[in-house]
């Protein structure tokens, strides 16, 4: 019984929790084609397995163990999705993507490197009304797949930031070093200043060189016209430090 107690806590001091600015509309959006009474939801965030859905406006009628058809659109890519719906909260679903092979490969292409960059807004330049707190200096996102956070001292110099990739996690901060994990829960928090989103990561008890690579592929491909070239070099390096 000790032992079992040990390993509980163990397994509990791996997560911890971290809150970002929240993004107020996404471009990705999937419409239910089997449903029209329920069509139009909100991606909230997505991983080749599966995703998770908000409806925009009104409720749904899908219950835990539906089929559930209909066609994700995302800047002008498109995905005609085959699924079920694995739970239900409120008017929020989670939905597992079908499992053959074929639907996989188009699932892929289309959460292709491609796709994501095409997709990537510098929120830190655009006029939408978005509560910046002062220390976030750069602020980059793909609706759903990708947000990267970076972050400054008070003397201007970066002091961390954070990739979301999926359900990956990578995070470098300054004096502890590059560490990796995965997106276990996302919570959304509203306070009197501002939309946030709450996250709960599982941190990698050793740190993945898959998802390193895979941070430093989607880092590559950011146009500087987001990012300063020093900033896209620091980042480059902390990844692999």
Request: aromatic share 12%; hydrophobic share 35%; charged share 30%.
């Amino acid at each position: 019984m000790e032992r079992q107690l040990h390993l509980l806590q163990d397994e509990k001091a791996n997560f911890e929790k971290r809150v970002f600015p929240r993004f107020p509309f996404t471009y990705l959006i999937f419409k239910a084609q089997d449903r029209p009474e329920s069509r139009g939801f909100e991606v909230i965030n997505i991983s080749s397995t599966g995703m998770q859905l908000k409806r925009k406006d009104g409720g749904h009628t899908y219950k835990v163990g539906n089929d559930i058809y209909g066609n994700l659109h995302w800047k002008g890519a498109e995905l005609e999705v085959k699924g079920s719906v694995r739970w239900v909260h409120g008017t929020n679903l989670g939905i597992e993507f079908d499992h053959s092979d074929e639907y996989q490969n188009e699932v892929q292409n289309f959460l292709s490197v491609k796709n994501i960059i095409s997709g990537l807004r510098a929120v830190h330049q655009a006029e939408i009304g978005v509560e910046i707190p002062s220390s976030l200096k750069y602020w980059v996102r793909s609706d759903g797949p990708v947000d990267l956070f970076v972050w400054r001292h008070q003397d201007g110099e970066l002091s961390k930031f954070q990739l979301i990739i999926f359900k990956d996690f990578v995070e470098w901060i300054d004096g502890q070093g590059v560490r990796t994990g995965k997106v276990m829960n996302k919570r959304f928090v509203e306070t009197p200043l501002h939309l946030e989103d709450e996250f709960m990561f599982k941190m990698d008890k050793q740190i993945s060189m898959r998802k390193l690579n895979f941070a430093e592929e989607i880092i590559d491909h950011i146009p500087e016209s987001y990012l300063s070239k020093d900033c896209l070099n620091f980042l480059k390096l902390k990844i692999h430090s």
